[in-house]
């Protein structure tokens, strides 16, 4: 019995969970030494949680394209970062405007529905203009190929956008309506956090009916079952691969004004490092898997504001907020190694990849 | 459908001169004469756009109808020039500038030649007009004259566009400088210098294609021991050439040849994962950075841990980018493709925070990073001036190149191939996957942090800023550019990336952005790269 286990186990494996488990301990210690000392209340428990649940659910949202697109085409949409940028750096110049003439401070409500229409149309066009140009073509290429590809569209869209409206950060205006916090409880939630949540909970909740009751979502989800057999029942793989792309950006679209109102500006680079964590959360959740995508943008978004605080200082490391970045990669990683179907995944990395 | 064709591709050349003229590229590009005060480099853009849209269009139509043909043409250049002209008209109607920042009335200006909207506009017309007819006949016209064209045109552009490149050097020979006066004027080509230019180079090319083949086969023709004879002097000229480069470019073009050279170490130790083994590496800047920051750590005198030399330094940051790339390597063992792709850039990002954290600021510097780095030296000569470190630069290259071309064609390259082909194919026939694939990663890294070592030593200096995911992009597309697996192409590739945008200094913005679409077009349009391997040049154009 041993000797087979002995078998099976290579160095390699061993070295991995032992890096795994070191990693696991480092937590475990860390947390127990932040809390033993206390030095963190409920309150702000409360404030890394919701400001978490906030940025994981942007996250998830950026993440529900990059898992469609995978599940459909098997690629890493790597400019999905950029779709997601571009919608709320052009919707910038409409609230912009709505500001600048007081329209804004009179009627919040439809401006900030016009603001997330202009980001979703112009981040769908985005996306549509990417599968069309740099990605239909293609299909069928060995796997390298797609993806240089993306990489390369990512750039182009980046510094075009950079060329176009500047290299500057932009300050987004201010919504008044947005602002203070609302008391719940003895707690108090920031007002936009709150709207960020409920409305990206929204969005998803919408997104996740259209999949899954509608018959261009059963095409979607029969296309990335299997092309050919949905290609034979008569479901137009053009037309479905385009709607994916569609939803995918018009979700990315609307993340990106979530994204703008809660960090108040944007910048031609401002996607790049979503756009992997959003990755990374479609990854935990399983990639090609949408509720996985929710729940592991959500997952992210909070070891992300509490990591920091919670297992590292304790562990007396200085100024841990730096490492919040690097927590997530690692997450990655650790989570790739480990249990590369991600949460809620089958087993891609190995079988379809 | 023949003319609507000729719409549809003019209004895709047009949609992309817009897009150019919106970012910039024509203003910027402006600043530079092809030939003085006649054509500017952002004029010969929106030219090339034209033309390249009048060819396709012409390309579109059945050749045996050529009147059709050159009205199709001759509509899509009409398209171009037109749309141009609306962004104008749109210009001077609207304030586009509140939201476009390049929509200056600058641009409008070089758009109109300067004449006014209503002139310029119909100049534009007009001008669109005849590049697309002009693209038309030039698709008609015999092939021998085509590329007689292409060649002497082509290199009219090259000389203004690289004016920079070869006005110093022969500056620094007192005969040549008489071609300079001839050829150049303060700011491009002189009209004489064009012409002459075009004569001598329409001939050359004229007699190549005439003679060219001929003088092949004589080639051929010699005996084995002449051929190689012949090949032997080209390679001694031009292993003098290297070595005399420096001295024959000035300082300036030599910092642009050692950044080159660095590139070139880089691209050849990615090109052994990617190339070889056909593992998408996207951190592979980490390993640069680490080599660079080992021999920081080792020699700096700022952080006072050992201060040793230059040379004690380089084996051990070698020793440290072999290790990583083990370390590293090690849990992306079982990924492929894409996963490893995206965990390769994590690590990236990794490696980059923590230099840069507070965290480990008292052993790396933080964000102010490591400076006082020793330069390489050999007993009391300093290898402080970029002619001098081109020396060590060249002998990592040729380490690096040699080791490389070793390998391909050994047990190991095979296996590295294998892997690349099919894995599962690979593991079948008895290749070790782990140990195939972290020699590959080793190696890399390797000779990654060579080139880190050197870079560190070079500037004297290093910012957790100069290790950014930018280097593995740049890196990734010069060997995608060159071909991958080719160890030439990443030679064309560092040259061509690398070395044209430090020439063209008003290039630099758009850098990243000629990159991605040279990422796009070559996946699209030519797989294989500028200078592919020939077993994938086989693969990918099979007869």
């Known amino acids: ?353 | 459908m023949n003319g609507p064709q000729g719409i549809k591709i003019g209004l895709i050349g047009g949609g992309v001169a817009i897009l150019m003229a919106l970012i910039g590229m024509v203003e910027a590009f402006s600043q530079r004469h092809i030939i003085s005060n006649v054509v500017s480099m952002g004029h010969t853009l929106l030219l090339l756009v034209a033309l390249f849209s009048g060819f396709l269009a012409a390309k579109r139509t059945t050749p045996s109808k050529p009147i059709r043909l050159l009205a199709n043409s001759l509509i899509s250049g009409l398209m171009v020039g037109g749309l141009l002209a609306l962004l104008v008209i749109l210009g001077n109607w609207v304030r586009l500038r509140a939201v476009f920042i390049n929509a200056s009335p600058v641009l409008y200006k070089l758009l109109t030649f300067d004449q006014g909207v209503g002139a310029g506009n119909l100049l534009l017309l007009g001008g669109g007009a005849l590049t697309g007819a002009l693209a038309g006949l030039f698709y008609l016209t015999p092939s021998l004259l085509r590329r007689v064209l292409i060649v002497s045109l082509g290199s009219i552009v090259g000389a203004g566009v690289l004016q920079d490149l070869l006005r110093p050097t022969f500056a620094l020979w007192g005969p040549l400088a008489i071609i300079n006066e001839w050829l150049f004027a303060v700011n491009g080509l002189t009209i004489q210098g064009a012409i002459s230019l075009f004569i001598l180079t329409a001939s050359g090319a004229y007699f190549w294609a005439e003679r060219g083949r001929k003088i092949q086969t004589g080639f051929r023709r010699l005996t084995p021991a002449k051929q190689r004879a012949v090949r032997l002097t080209g390679l001694l000229f031009s292993i003098f050439l290297l070595l005399t480069l420096p001295q024959i470019l000035g300082l300036f073009l030599s910092e642009v040849l050692t950044i080159v050279g660095l590139y070139v170490l880089l691209g050849l130790g990615l090109n052994i994962v990617v190339g070889y083994a056909g593992l998408l590496d996207l951190g592979y800047v980490a390993f640069f950075a680490i080599g660079a920051y080992t021999v920081a750590v080792l020699t700096s005198p700022e952080l006072g841990f050992f201060g040793l030399s230059f040379w004690a330094a380089l084996p051990l940051a070698i020793a440290m980018g072999v290790l990583s790339g083990i370390l590293l390597g090690i849990p992306v063992l079982k990924m492929r493709g894409d996963y490893l792709a995206i965990a390769t850039l994590g690590f990236g990002e990794i490696i980059r925070i923590l230099v840069l954290s507070d965290f480990l600021r008292p052993w790396l510097g933080g964000a102010q990073g490591v400076g006082k780095i020793p330069k390489a030296s050999f007993g009391s000569m300093e290898l402080a001036t970029p002619q001098q470190i081109y020396y060590l630069i060249l002998a990592g290259c040729f380490l690096a190149g040699f080791i490389s071309w070793r390998l391909r064609e050994s047990r190991l390259g095979r296996a590295w191939m294998a892997v690349r082909e099919d894995e599962d194919v690979a593991q079948a026939m008895g290749i070790n996957l782990v140990a195939t694939k972290l020699l590959a990663f080793a190696t890399g890294a390797a000779f990654s942090a060579l080139s880190g070592a050197i870079f560190a030593s070079k500037l004297g200096s290093v910012y957790p800023h100069s290790f950014n995911v930018m280097i593995s992009i740049n890196i990734l597309c010069l060997i995608i550019v060159g071909g991958m697996g080719s160890i030439w192409g990443v030679l064309v590739g560092a040259i061509a990336l690398v070395g044209l945008p430090e020439l063209l200094r008003e290039f630099a913005e758009y850098r990243l952005l000629v990159y991605g679409a040279a990422l796009m077009a070559m996946m699209l349009l030519r797989p294989e790269g500028l200078w592919p391997e020939a077993v994938r040049r086989r693969e990918l154009h099979e007869e």
């Open chain 1, 1 to 353: 019995m041993i000797k087979r286990w002995r078998k099976r186990i290579t160095l390699t494996d061993a070295l991995m969970w032992l890096i795994g488990g070191a990693i696991l301990a480092l937590i475990l210690w860390g947390s127990t030494a932040t809390l033993a000392t206390g030095r963190y209340t409920s309150h702000h428990w409360f404030d890394f949680i919701v400001f978490g649940l906030a940025q994981g659910s942007i996250y998830a949202l950026i993440a529900m394209g990059y898992t469609m697109v995978y599940g459909i085409m098997r690629m890493i949409n790597f400019a999905h970062s950029e779709v997601f940028m571009g919608g709320p750096y052009t919707a910038y110049f409409v609230a912009a405007f709505f500001y600048s003439s007081g329209f804004l401070d009179q009627q919040p409500i439809v401006c900030l529905f016009i603001i997330f229409l202009v980001s979703m149309a112009v981040s769908t066009l985005i996306a549509v203009l990417l599968e069309r140009i740099a990605y239909r073509p293609l299909r069928g290429a060995p796997r390298l190929v797609p993806l240089i590809t993306a990489i390369g569209a990512s750039f182009f869209l980046q510094y075009t956008f950079r060329g176009l409206y500047g290299s500057g950060f932009q300050a987004y205006p201010v919504v008044k309506l947005l602002e203070g916090e609302w008391p719940i409880g003895e707690f108090r939630i920031l007002k936009f956090q709150a709207v960020v949540i409920v409305a990206a909970a929204l969005l998803m909740a919408a997104l996740y009916a259209f999949v899954q009751r509608t018959r261009m979502g059963k095409a979607i989800r029969s296309v990335s079952e299997d092309q050919e057999a949905a290609s034979l029942m008569g479901i137009d793989i053009n037309r479905t691969i385009v709607t994916t792309f569609v939803i995918g950006g018009m979700s990315a679209g609307a993340a990106g004004v979530l994204y703008a109102l809660m960090f108040k500006q944007v910048h031609f680079f401002m996607g790049f490092i979503p756009g992997i964590k959003a990755f990374t959360a479609a990854v935990l959740g399983g990639i090609g898997n949408i509720p996985g995508a929710m729940l592991g943008g959500i997952f992210l978004g909070l070891v992300e504001s509490v990591g920091p605080s919670l297992f590292l200082d304790g562990l007396g490391i200085v100024a841990p907020y730096q490492l919040k970045d690097a927590i997530a990669f690692i997450l990655l990683v650790l989570v790739l190694i480990f249990r590369p179907t991600g949460l809620l995944g089958e087993r891609l990395a190995v079988k379809k990849a």
